[in-house]
């Protein structure tokens, strides 16, 4: 595949550069959360599908983070379906020691982005791993402090795998923020509402009426048999 000449800008500006025999191009955007500037680079034309946005909801997460002052200093951080890797790479700065994951063709982008927005020093405290909801999530512990997705909850054929993937990272001291936009045609809101909370707690935290984006945060019911039943 050849790759990029052709750095461009977030809007509609034209190109500075290009290279019309290339098969994919890097597409530029700038984001300001909690006084870091975000670089993010997008790669098109590469068959990444979804993962070559940055969603609105991983806006609003990151906005959220910002707006309710949330610190990931020292905590272990997972991020499921990173796309681009705006969320993860935002919750690092923010002092995280950060997994990154997503399928794993979508690593080199995200890692393009972890290198152009992580200064060395934090480096060592930034993972990016394959996970694929369902079949990997095993290969990962179920210590994190912190699992976080946005726009993750988009295809109703991949909820119980990414349920099962929740269930196996999360322990009873997990706290999980999931930003989802509802649309109307993918069950998002059956998810939300009724599948997730079989196994989590699960309560709306903020939300955008303009674009129907809801941000939770959930923590894992206790299933664990009553100290009583022991006896
Ligand atoms: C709509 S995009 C959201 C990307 C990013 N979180 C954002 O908010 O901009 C959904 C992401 O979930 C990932 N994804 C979808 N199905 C997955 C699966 N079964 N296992 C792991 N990642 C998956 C896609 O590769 C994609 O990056």
């Keep these: 595949m050849t790759t990029s000449l052709c750095l461009e800008h977030s809007g ?3 190109p500075k550069k290009k290279d019309y025999s290339s098969t994919c191009y890097i597409r530029q955007s700038n984001f300001e959360f909690c006084g870091y500037s975000l670089k993010i680079n997008r790669t098109l034309g590469a068959n990444l599908g979804v993962s070559a946005y940055v969603w609105e909801a991983g806006i609003a997460l990151c906005r ?3 707006k309710e002052k949330i610190s990931f200093t020292g905590r272990k951080v997972i991020e499921l379906g990173s796309g681009t890797g705006i969320v993860g790479i935002l919750a690092a700065l923010r002092g995280g020691n950060v997994t990154i994951t997503d399928k794993p063709t979508i ?3 995200i890692n393009s982005n972890v290198s152009t927005n992580i200064p060395t020093v934090c480096r060592h405290r930034l993972k990016v791993r394959p996970l694929t909801w ?3 999530h095993t290969d990962f512990p179920a210590d994190y402090d912190f699992i976080l997705g946005s726009d993750i909850v988009y295809r109703s054929d991949t909820y119980p795998a990414l349920i ?3 269930r196996h990272l999360a322990n009873q ?3 999980i923020y999931l930003a989802s936009e509802f649309r109307k045609e993918n069950g998002c809101l059956s998810f ?3 599948l997730l909370p079989e196994y989590f707690n699960c309560k709306v935290v903020d939300k955008s009426m303009d674009n129907d984006i809801y941000v939770y945060k959930m923590t894992k019911i206790d299933t664990s048999p009553a100290d009583g039943l022991h006896m």
């Design 12 to 14: 509609d500006e034209a």
């Design 64 to 66: 959220y983070f910002e």
């Design 107 to 109: 690593l080199k982008q």
């Design 134 to 136: 369902g079949e990997d």
């Design 164 to 166: 099962e993937t929740l």
């Design 173 to 175: 001291r997990t706290t």
């Design 192 to 194: 939300h509402e009724l």
